[in-house]
């Protein structure tokens, strides 16, 4: 287990690249954003496919890396890299690139206005309960939610992992994150816990975990995995209903009763997408790479910063073109901006690498 998983590193990298082009198409889908531009159908598509699988993919590899760093550095060790590596970044993010997309909410969400950014700086800091995204510009920790859920979990799994990897718990109740992830993820979306829905996560990260320490039953994965086309056609036929109830029910979800048949459904299909993606990535994906070594690297940096990016452009856009080109400019933009300061400013100096969560330069 000592060995590095490359193929983890892999998709972690690539599935923030498409997150970036995600947050691009959020501007056009159906659901309130920080910047929005027209209701596009093409987009409530995608976004509606990406999430139902997207982010509990996130948090299974980050189950997946807390079972692999307990077992090589040790949970003190752990701690203190969780800490470093997701505490530091969220706090450097909340006096620097937050606020910085709060005030862009701000703004749109309130064309007459012509106050400054710091005149705008203090509303950051004030808190509504029915505004925790901060699409109108209070205070939020917006996409780095998964920072701090990870931090969360990590800590509170942290104990229970250290003992399993030790073998200091009997061999039945080594079963338990598997049994635990199998119940809550099942009944997590039942739960009706507001987005992000903190249990039906924390049953993605215990499932990474079952998977990497490889000490539970997981014949039903191996089967799986030896069955590609069949976990194809379930994912697939899944994901139809879920598209098909989605549009039919547009803009809202239906009648509750509809809404909570799904659930299941949304569930199942999330585990089958996350499964395909670690399958196919552990069979393709398994070796190392210089460019591998760079993304890998400005990650965590990409996903911290990106959303402000590509939120400023969408503002400056403002329905100029249509929804296709301004998506193009966005992403293209975003990404060339993101990739530009990281190699001027955050690669090549180690204040900005700490506060970033990166390790020092490496000489």
């Keep these: 287990m000592n060995e590095r998983k490359y193929y983890l590193d892999w998709i972690k990298s690539l599935a923030i690249l498409l997150l970036v082009l995600a947050h691009a198409a959020r501007v056009f889908d159906y659901l309130p954003f920080y910047v929005k531009s027209g209701n596009h159908l093409w987009a409530e598509i995608l976004i509606r496919f990406l ?26 060790k752990f701690r203190s890299e969780r800490a470093k590596r997701l505490l530091v970044p969220l706090g450097f993010a909340l006096i620097s690139t937050l606020p910085i997309l709060g005030y862009i909410a701000y703004r749109f969400s ?10 705008y700086l203090p509303r950051f800091y004030t808190f509504d309960a029915s505004q925790l995204q901060g699409y109108t510009g209070t205070f ?142 552990a069979k393709y994906f398994t070796r190392p790479h210089p460019v591998l070594n760079y993304l890998s690297e400005a990650s965590l940096y990409v996903y911290i910063v990106h959303m402000s990016i590509a939120m400023f452009v969408a503002w400056l856009l ?29 690669r090549r100096w180690n204040p900005l690498r700490f506060v970033f969560g990166l390790g020092p330069k490496k000489s």
């Design 140 to 281: 939020s920790v917006a996409h780095l939610w998964y920072l701090l859920y990870l931090y969360i979990f990590s800590m509170l799994s942290g104990p229970i992992f250290r003992r399993l990897n030790e073998g200091r718990i009997p061999a039945w109740a080594k079963r338990m994150p598997l049994f635990f992830a199998a119940i809550c993820v099942t009944l997590g979306k039942l739960t009706l816990l507001p987005y992000p829905n903190p249990i039906y996560f924390l049953a993605f990260f215990w499932l990474g975990y079952a998977i990497a320490a490889e000490r539970n039953d997981f014949d039903v994965f191996r089967q799986l995995r030896d069955r590609p086309a069949l976990v194809w056609t379930a994912a697939i036929v899944l994901m139809s209903v879920l598209w098909a109830a989605r549009i039919y029910y547009l803009p809202g979800f239906g009648p509750f009763a509809v809404y909570l048949a799904l659930q299941p459904v949304y569930t199942v299909n999330a585990l089958l997408w996350v499964l395909l993606v670690l399958f196919y990535g």
């Design 110 to 119: 309130n064309p007459e206005s012509s106050d400054g950014f710091w005149t």
């Design 318 to 346: 403002s329905d100029r073109f249509s929804s296709g080109i301004s998506f193009a400019i966005i992403t293209v933009a975003t990404y060339a901006a993101t990739f530009l300061f990281y190699e001027a400013l955050v």
């Design 51 to 76: 999430d139902s699988w997207f982010m509990p993919l996130f948090f299974v590899i980050g189950g997946m890396a807390a079972c692999y760093s307990i077992e090589k550095r040790g949970a003190a």
